[in-house]
């Protein structure tokens, strides 16, 4: 996990030129959407621009409590929503220090989908390859060395896509910038950005691999459609992605698909089908709502990989001594 911190987030001006005014917004739970119609740019792009947040409530895979459904009554929305409030730090077992409260988190709305994934149509992620049963087998954190552990908690990436893009428990937002040919996204966790050219140009050599891959956007009428590929081969599109170090990659193979429609003033629909030949038998696709916020977005100040690295490596080592000095005393 990571702290949630002080900063406001500097202009993305120093990364590309913006020319229509951005509203700054921020950690808190957007507002409901509205149906007024999309604006578009002064050159005449559907307007994206501004902070999106994506809620995290709605399960990723589809419970088995809602089989055969894909969409919630209001109802069993608010039964949820008051389910969860009901929950909301509770004391831990004991034995169990507990972790963080619901201050810190953000999970937002529970939407009426009864999971993100909404292809396969069962609302569960296809099958694993053998290759990808045998990551996932695999996958459990070491402290052997520094590279055992997730990305994330190196601050390095939370994971690189489409985990970036994927809403979580909290910090779930992503600023939007545009001009004229490009599409900016920083995205609030790890502060991460992604600079989208909308000019056709082709994809850089395969050679070449970054952690948020090599995006190639255009628009399809209303929506913008971003394809990215070339993502580094320590990225990993499984799931659970928290479960994984920082070597059980996808591969060179990873594709993604992203849809970004403002279908209102205040919301986007967002849908990214991911294909992972490597890890599963065919690819899947996820959607959920992204609402306008007008609140402020902080920085995301990565500490783990400067204090926690070093605890959890030197516990490491402290444990093994301890067991080398059992063994030579005979007591274990």
């Known amino acids: 996990m990571s702290h949630r ?3 406001l987030l500097g202009a993305l001006a120093v990364v ?3 020319t229509a005014p951005v509203p700054v917004a921020g950690q808190a739970a957007a507002s409901r959407p509205k149906t007024s119609p999309a604006p578009k740019t002064p050159w005449g792009d559907p307007d994206l621009q501004g902070i999106w947040n994506a809620s995290g409530a709605t399960p990723f895979e589809r419970p088995s409590a809602f089989k055969g459904r894909d969409v919630l009554t209001d109802d069993e929305v608010a039964a949820l929503e008051d389910e969860a409030r009901r929950g909301a730090d509770r004391p ?5 220090p507990g972790a963080y409260n619901e201050f810190w988190f953000n999970r937002g709305k529970q939407t009426k989908q009864t999971s993100m994934i909404v292809d396969p149509p069962d609302g569960r992620l ?3 390859t053998a290759e990808g049963q045998a990551a996932k087998k695999n996958g459990v954190r070491g402290a052997n060395s520094w590279e055992d552990r997730h990305l994330w908690e190196r601050c390095i990436t939370r994971g690189g896509l489409p985990n970036a893009m994927f809403p979580r428990a909290y910090n779930n937002n992503a600023h939007i910038l545009q001009a004229p040919g490009y599409v900016a996204i920083v ?15 082709p994809h850089v050599s395969q050679n070449i691999r970054q952690w948020l891959g090599d995006s190639r956007g255009h628009w399809e009428g209303n929506t913008l459609v971003v394809v990215t590929t070339n993502l580094a081969d320590k990225v990993s599109a499984l799931q659970p992605w928290a479960d994984f170090n920082s070597w059980n990659g ?11 429609t403002r279908v209102g003033a205040d919301t986007i629909a967002y849908r990214v089908t991911v294909e992972d030949p490597k890890m599963y038998t065919r690819p899947w696709t996820v959607a959920f709502p992204m609402t306008k916020s007008q609140e402020q977005i902080y920085e995301y100040a990565c500490h783990e990989g400067n204090y926690a690295m070093e605890g ?4 490491a080592r ?3 001594k301890a067991a080398q000095e059992a063994a030579k005393k005979g007591t274990r």
Do not use: N, W, Y
């Not at 959890?312 to 516990?315: C, Q, R, T």
């Open 92 to 96: 831990p077992r004991k034995g169990d």
């Open 318 to 320: 402290a444990d093994e």
């Open 312 to 315: 959890i490596l030197a516990g």
């Open 187 to 201: 995205m609030e966790q790890i502060h991460e950005a992604r600079i989208i050219p909308l000019d056709r140009r």
């Open 16 to 18: 590309i030129a913006v």
């Open 250 to 260: 996808s591969g060179e193979t990873l594709r993604l698909v992203e849809r970004f």
């Open 126 to 128: 296809p099958p694993l």
């Open 5 to 7: 911190i002080v900063c």
